[in-house]
Structures are given as C-alpha cells and as structure tokens.
C-alpha cells in the first residue's frame, strides 16, 4: 500500500455536479481516453479547444474514421452513454491494443449520490457488484479508493484480491513470467480523476509496489524508480484543472485559418514582388562592363 502520510485521504469534493469550475463536468463527460488528454494539455497550456472535440462520444462514423488512424483512439468511445446528470468521477484505463475503458459514475438521487461501474463490453449495468453503492456526499479520496480496490464482477467470477484496478495483473500474469512481462503489467492498468487530482500518483505507487514485489518473487533483481511527486505549487487535492476551457466553434475556426492563410498568402506576394523588384533592378543595370 503507498505510503498514507504522502496523500490526503480525507479529501472529498465539495460536489461532483455543480463544482466551482464548471469544465471539470465537462472533462469528466469526455468519453474518448485520447480526446480528454488532447483536452487536459490544451487547457495547460491555455490552448483553445474545439467545441466538437468536447462531445460525450464520437458516433459511429467518426468511431471508424478514428479506429483506421490508430485502434487505441477508440478508447473510451465505447462506454455506455451517461444518464441524466451522470458524471464520471474515476477512470480506469488498460494499455490494450484498443486502449479499453472502465468509468466509475456518480448521479445525483433524491437523497443520496448512486455509483455505477461500466465499461465497453457490457450487456447490463449489473456486471460489476460495488462495495458502496450511494452515499449522502461526494467520497473521500479514501473510500474512492476501497471502491476501486474492493468492487468485484457481479456473477462472482473474480474473488481475487486485486481489485478492479489489479485483476487485469493477476488475470495476464502467466505461471512463471518474464522480466519483460512483468515490466510490461506494471502500468498495464493507469487510474486518473479530474475530481481527484491525486488518485493517479496513489495508484502510481502502488502499481510500482506490485512491480518490486513480483521482481523479488520471481527471483529478478530489484530495480527503483522515484516514487510520484505531486505536480510543483499543488496541494494534495487540489483541483488540477484551474484553467478555463477556451472554446472555439469549428465555424469560427475555418474563418480564423482563411485570415492565417491569407496573411500568408500575401506574405509570399510580398517576397515574389521583392524578388521580381530586385530581379528588375539589375536587368536595368545591364551587364557587367
């Protein structure tokens, strides 16, 4: 287990659905695993985002458009739709060829907060059994975590001790793996929150605590890597996406590239007729004498 005293474990948000920035609901409604980070780095770095890039899902066109560039592009795509003022508050995402999904979702009750696990291969919302089903206020990043770590398949087929976040380890572990394998699973499953800034490093750590486990196991010399930092000027829990989506509409955009183009254009004209200018020049000059 990581080390408690790094992590503030009481933490809890004040509320999933009307927090004091709106686009944390935004980003937790993005489906597509690779369209969210395109929209988290943009963000950071102040970038404007398309609007269209901030749907939910991609439909089924778009899907394979996407899946013929890369497969892992359609991570996420296909997680069942949100119901009604659904948020996703936790996200599990595998290093598979298609980079598959599992998202913990809260909606708000008549008295109480409802979670639901769902992935992309589900033919029912019943598939995951959870350890806590509801609760009167958002969770604490501690009881997040005993979700995560303690909610099994619902036909009881998975009774093993890892979780939803180690079963994916324990379930291609082969009998007597390899360096190589073990290396490989370490990261195989990445946990992220963008209500839980530091649920990433919590499960950072502890998948490098199964890595040193399983090298010393298996009989593999031990090998450290630094423990996770919280990003510089940050204090534990706190929100990670202080920055505003600067958003722009695709027919804004198109009109923006036609005045960048036409500003380059007329910088090509302008050079053309300075050459021209100076070619002009030295035919009035004649040839050297």
């Given at each position: 287990m990581p080390d408690e005293f790094r992590y503030d474990l009481d933490f809890r948000p004040e509320t999933y659905f009307e927090p004091e920035n709106p686009d944390l609901a935004t980003l937790s409604r993005?489906?597509?695993?690779?369209?969210?980070?395109?929209?988290?780095?943009?963000?950071?770095?102040?970038?404007?985002?398309?609007?269209?890039?901030?749907?939910?899902?991609?439909d089924d066109n778009?899907?394979?458009?996407?899946?013929?560039?890369?497969?892992?592009?359609?991570?996420?795509?296909?997680?069942?739709d949100f119901l009604p003022g659904e948020v996703e508050i936790a996200r599990i995402d595998?290093?598979?060829?298609?980079?598959?999904?599992?998202?913990?979702r809260a909606?708000?009750?008549?008295?109480?907060?409802?979670?639901?696990?769902?992935?992309e291969y589900m033919e029912s919302e019943c598939e995951y059994r959870l350890s806590q089903e509801s609760s009167r206020k958002p969770l604490t990043m501690k009881k997040l975590i005993r979700i995560l770590d303690e909610s099994r398949y619902s036909d009881g087929s998975?009774?093993?001790n890892g979780g939803i976040v180690g079963r994916f380890r324990l379930e291609y572990l082969s009998y007597a793996p390899t360096l190589r394998e073990i290396e490989e699973l370490r990261d195989f499953a990445s946990v992220s929150s963008v209500y839980y800034p530091d649920l990433e490093r919590w499960y950072q750590e502890a998948s490098e605590e199964?890595?040193?486990?399983?090298?010393?196991?298996?009989?593999?010399?031990?090998?450290?890597?630094p423990k996770p930092e919280p990003p510089a000027g940050r204090e534990a829990g706190a929100s990670s996406t202080r920055k505003r989506i600067r958003r722009v509409s695709a027919a804004e955009r198109v009109v923006e590239i036609a005045a960048e183009m036409e500003q380059v254009v007329e910088g090509l004209l302008s050079e053309v007729a300075a050459v021209s200018s100076a070619t002009d020049v030295e035919k009035a000059r004649g040839p050297p004498r």
């Amino acid at each position: 287990m990581p080390d408690e005293f790094r992590y503030d474990l009481d933490f809890r948000p004040e509320t999933y659905f009307e927090p004091e920035n709106p686009d944390l609901a935004t980003l937790s409604r993005i489906c597509g695993t690779s369209r969210r980070r395109d929209v988290e780095e943009a963000v950071a770095r102040g970038d404007r985002v398309l609007e269209d890039s901030l749907c939910s899902k991609l439909d089924d066109n778009e899907r394979t458009i996407a899946s013929s560039i890369h497969p892992s592009l359609m991570g996420g795509e296909y997680l069942p739709d949100f119901l009604p003022g659904e948020v996703e508050i936790a996200r599990i995402d595998l290093d598979s060829t298609t980079c598959d999904a599992i998202s913990l979702r809260a909606r708000s009750g008549s008295d109480r907060i409802r979670y639901r696990l769902v992935d992309e291969y589900m033919e029912s919302e019943c598939e995951y059994r959870l350890s806590q089903e509801s609760s009167r206020k958002p969770l604490t990043m501690k009881k997040l975590i005993r979700i995560l770590d303690e909610s099994r398949y619902s036909d009881g087929s998975d009774e093993s001790n890892g979780g939803i976040v180690g079963r994916f380890r324990l379930e291609y572990l082969s009998y007597a793996p390899t360096l190589r394998e073990i290396e490989e699973l370490r990261d195989f499953a990445s946990v992220s929150s963008v209500y839980y800034p530091d649920l990433e490093r919590w499960y950072q750590e502890a998948s490098e605590e199964w890595y040193l486990e399983k090298r010393a196991t298996y009989g593999f010399e031990p090998k450290l890597r630094p423990k996770p930092e919280p990003p510089a000027g940050r204090e534990a829990g706190a929100s990670s996406t202080r920055k505003r989506i600067r958003r722009v509409s695709a027919a804004e955009r198109v009109v923006e590239i036609a005045a960048e183009m036409e500003q380059v254009v007329e910088g090509l004209l302008s050079e053309v007729a300075a050459v021209s200018s100076a070619t002009d020049v030295e035919k009035a000059r004649g040839p050297p004498r």
